[in-house]
């Protein structure tokens, strides 16, 4: 090969390795010029190309009886039946959120419901899950964000019914800001974003091109440093009014004649929007930035191709069609401007009037960035558990779910999810605050379940296991409602991949996944990976896949809640209590500790477990279920009694010989549900878990205004809920 | 009887009250955008919830100049059934067709939560199947619905018995912590001086079905159905 000057600051600037532009000018036989090298940098980047972790997704499943559409869209699709689809995926907008976490949250919830609306699908719900350094020193993060996620949301008339929120030291530099947006859309009516046959035309619809969020999808693809705040033009800034105009029109624009397909504009923009359009129908587009409506004066092709301005969709319509659709646009008020259109040549052709300034293929664009396989080395993570250093259990068990309860990890979410508007849309059948919410779907007896789960301290204990646990717990949340688990979103938030123990991370957890996924038979149809989530305030943060999961009640009527719903049911805890604390809310909070090993976990029991609470529910067997996760069995237990605004007298909690009695109350044993039944269905629900051969123990009743194990615990319920409602505040 | 939903670029309760009176009630419904002055013949016209026109400025204030209003004004100066729920609240304040003004909540948040509102005012075209007292829960879902006017609006809005709903606990005692944004004398909702145009935070049309966890918003829409049966008509 001739030698090559490689400019090393210009590279830097785009975010390509000198191997990467080798590869470039071989591909091309030239040198790229500056436009086609800044198109070639976002397109390569991490963020938009997946060129570290796509030999890894490529384990996942994503083929299922009710997939409609898998990964590869701007969002996955399942058939729920009864003529409908659903419509959903979650993506990180991570290190926008660290520098500016109003806005960077609200893009991020902008960014996701245009993915869902380019399919042709309302959004129906949001969901948002969050990760910050403790309280208070990461409050700024906290409210910002917060405020940024009911900010766009509640402007778009779009209910966040769902969410999590954790606080971590690894999480003070880089908060996680992950959002899920869900819609739905009449199977036959399901978008896809291929630009067609060459004459089609491309319209940019919305918001006028400015300055910002230039080099975002580089930006995303890098660790946060001190010259993080200098990178703070590359966030964007949000108008929900703007989207919310956008939203009703792409309504009806997608089911009309002569509308090919709906593209977002986000990451990389409309380098990325052309391309990929292009590129799922085998086919070339040519454009002029000259005809691209610009917020600023003087801007370059390069900036014009690169901006990342919010609120903007590509319109692809058959040619001649435009006239007709305009009144659509006029309605709205949106600008749309005819900017190129669909060839039939394979490159993307970019003009800035007379002047032609980049020519390239759309397949080196697109799948062209050269997969790199990185070297991984096993992290041995924290130490494991000595029981012998800890001590004998403590006496005051009722202290210890008091002080659980008013943590910041076990908390009552209500001060996050009382800013959210919840209830918008008259669908909200079981609101934010028990283990999953449930939407009714028009015109059916369908009920919609969501949920989105993470637990990135049981992945640094053992990031197989941990990806595993992420994956059942969301089955599990779902089946407490008594929904059965369809299908799964993920977001996969890891630190540098180029240090092999961050590699090693990444490829067991999305194995972990993988055989989650298979044994609980849901396909994963859609993701978003964020790599690079450093700081140097916390290093690397924990491996944190983040899983959302949607699952279907035949009957909504058969749902159930998690709070106890009545006095004199009995309580009783599905599935077994194994004698382990490691990585527990518990050991955190009561300890200081965080140590493994992560919770066992045994996947032909979580599936079992589910069975048989989703079989109880269809018959009527329960009165309430929920999860026990974080804290445990008294934690849970509590939660049901906070929920359902009762009490529960129960037997002394016996334990295996040997066995810990902190084990028992605050240990994270997967596969369990505390749950309550009117006396007279105990019997068939006795024999119901002996047929699907999953523990069931009794523990005692509901009544009362206090949470009492005989002899071991006693709290009054006033002085638990006061603790649960004021952590967060 | 008619419903007339009005639809500012913005709005999204829109589709909720259209829901509720096409398929609770059973009533006709017809959508009237911003942009025409036609009522089409409605008996009643809401105002939903939104973010009309972003609520950039201020809440309802560029919603009032819109065509639509004009016609709203003059339907609701010859008696017609004005009913302004949240943002439309918002906008018939701005629009002067109410009294006062709906400014920040005092936590300075955005707040979506059930609240109960004790009924002052049965003899309201919106209010006839509550009684005097009658508590009802009903949901709210805002950032600005803190209700205030100056002494002497507030005083003749007192002596008028223009103060149709107050935000109290379930007992229906008016306190400070049922009250969920400060609003004055836990003002949830009033009518003007003829009783026919009414403005409140709280949304009834989402709490109509058990499903969506209760019932009493439908008593609203049914006094509106059977008081138009004598109202006037666009």
């Known amino acids: 090969m001739s030698p090559i000057a490689v400019d090393e600051r210009k590279l830097r600037e785009v975010a390509l390795t000198a191997d990467e532009y080798l590869e470039i000018v071989e591909r091309l036989d030239r040198e790229p010029n500056e436009v086609e090298l800044g198109m070639l940098g976002v397109l390569w980047s991490e963020h938009c190309s997946y060129k570290t972790s796509r030999p890894l997704l490529r384990r996942l499943p994503t083929e299922g009886p009710r997939v409609l559409q898998g990964p590869g869209e701007n969002a996955g699709a399942l058939d729920i039946g009864e003529g409908w689809a659903v419509v959903f995926k979650v993506e990180s907008h991570n290190h926008p959120s660290a520098i500016e976490p109003y806005q960077g949250a609200a893009t991020g919830v902008g960014g996701i419901l245009r993915d869902v609306i380019a399919m042709g699908a309302r959004p129906v719900a949001l969901l948002d899950s969050l990760r910050f350094g403790p309280l208070p020193r990461s409050r700024r993060h906290f409210e910002g964000v917060v405020a940024g996620v009911g900010g766009y949301g509640n402007c778009m008339g779009i209910p966040t019914v769902g969410g999590e929120v ?138 014009v191709m690169l901006s990342e301005s919010q609120e903007r969709m590509l319109v692809v319509v058959e040619p001649g069609r435009q006239a007709e659709l305009a009144e659509v646009f006029a309605k709205w008020d949106l600008e749309a401007s005819v900017i190129g259109e669909v060839t039939d040549d394979g490159l993307l052709v970019v003009a800035d009037g007379d002047d032609e300034v980049a020519r390239l293929p759309v397949e080196l664009l697109t799948d062209g960035a050269p997969v790199r396989l990185l070297e991984a080395r096993p992290d041995p993570g924290p130490p494991e558990l000595d029981l012998d250093r800890l001590g004998p259990a403590p006496a005051d068990l009722g202290a210890v779910v008091l002080r659980l309860l008013g943590s910041p990890n076990l908390g009552s979410r209500r001060p996050v999810f009382r800013r959210y508007d919840h209830m918008v849309g008259d669908a909200t059948v079981v609101p934010p605050g028990g283990d999953a919410a449930v939407l009714r779907v028009p015109g059916s007896r369908l009920g919609l379940a969501l949920t989105i789960d993470g637990n990135g301290r049981y992945c640094r204990l053992d990031p197989f296991v941990g990806a595993q646990i992420a994956v059942a717990e969301a089955a599990r949340n779902l089946a407490a409602v008594g929904a059965r688990p369809l299908g799964v979103t993920d977001c996969l938030n890891f630190g540098n991949p180029e240090r092999p123990e961050v590699y090693w991370q990444l490829q067991r957890a999305v194995d972990g996944i993988a055989v989650a996924c298979r044994a609980l038979g849901v396909p994963v149809v859609s993701g978003n990976v964020s790599l690079y989530n450093e700081s140097e305030l916390g290093g690397s943060i924990d491996p944190t896949p983040v899983i959302g999961m949607i699952g279907l009640l035949p009957d909504r009527d058969r749902r159930l809640a998690a709070g106890f719903a009545a006095d004199g049911d009995a309580v009783l805890v599905v599935g077994k209590t194994c004698n382990e604390m490691g990585g527990s809310e518990y050991l955190k909070v009561v300890h200081g500790e965080v140590a493994g090993p992560a919770p066992a976990l045994d996947l032909a029991a979580e599936r079992a477990a589910n069975e048989l609470v989703l079989a109880a529910a269809a018959d009527g067997l329960l009165r309430s279920a929920h999860d026990v996760a974080e804290g445990g069995l008294l934690a849970a237990l509590a939660e049901s009694c906070l929920l359902g605004g009762r009490g529960a007298r129960c037997d002394a909690l016996r334990t295996d010989q040997g066995g810990r009695l902190d084990a028992a109350f605050f240990g994270e044993s997967q596969g369990r549900f505390v749950v309550s039944a009117a006396p007279a269905a105990l019997t068939a629900l006795r024999q119901l878990a002996g047929v699907h051969d999953v523990e069931l123990t009794l523990l005692g009743r509901t009544g009362g205004d206090r949470v009492v194990f005989e002899g071991q615990v006693d709290v009054g319920l006033p002085e638990l809920r006061k603790a649960w409602e004021e952590a967060l505040l | ?81 004005v009913w302004g729920i949240c943002n439309g609240f918002q906008v018939l304040c701005e629009a002067g067709l109410l009294p006062g003004a709906l400014v920040r909540n005092d936590c300075l948040e955005f707040r979506c939560e059930w609240t109960h509102l004790r009924c002052e005012r049965e003899a309201t075209p919106f209010t006839g199947c509550l009684g005097r007292g009658q508590v009802v829960r009903v949901p709210i879902a805002h950032g600005e619905g803190n209700y205030v006017a100056d002494p002497a609006t507030l005083d003749a809005l007192e002596r008028r018995g223009q103060v149709v709903f107050r935000y109290c606990d379930a007992a229906g005692t008016t306190t400070r912590v049922a009250n969920p944004n400060g609003s004055h004398a836990n003002i949830a909702g009033i009518v003007n001086e003829r009783g026919n145009v009414l403005g409140m935070m709280p949304h009834p049309e989402r709490c109509a079905e058990a499903e969506l966890g209760g019932t009493d918003g439908l008593l609203l829409f049914r006094s509106v159905l059977e008081a138009a049966a004598g109202a006037v008509r666009a």
């Open chain 1, 166 to 303: 954790y606080f971590e030291d690894c999480y003070a530099g880089n908060p996680l800001v992950n959002a899920m947006c869900v819609g739905l859309v009449r199977a036959d009516r399901l978008q896809r974003a291929r630009a067609g046959g060459a004459g089609n035309l491309l319209l940019l619809v919305g918001a006028q091109t400015g300055r910002d969020g230039i080099h975002g999808a580089s930006f995303a693809s890098l660790e946060l440093d001190g010259a993080a705040e200098e990178r703070r033009p590359a966030v964007q800034v949000g108008n929900p009014f703007l989207e919310k105009c956008l939203l009703e029109a792409c309504m009806e624009l997608a089911p009309r004649p002569g509308v090919v397909a709906i593209q977002d504009l986000g990451a990389a923009g409309l380098t990325s929007a052309v391309a990929e359009s292009a590129a799922r129908s085998g086919a070339g587009a040519r454009l002029d930035v000259a005809a691209v409506p610009r917020r600023e004066r003087g801007m370059t092709p390069y900036e």
């Open chain 2, 1 to 81: 009887m008619r419903f007339g939903v009005v639809v500012f670029p913005g709005t999204w309760s829109d589709r909720d009250c259209g829901h509720v009176v096409r398929d609770v009630l059973g009533a006709d419904l017809v959508y009237l955008w911003h942009k025409d002055r036609d009522l089409r013949g409605a008996d009643c016209v809401i105002l939903p919830g939104g973010f009309s026109y972003g609520d950039y400025l201020r809440a309802g204030a560029i919603a009032r100049f819109s065509p639509v209003m004009e016609t709203v004004a003059e339907f609701a100066a010859r008696g017609g059934l």
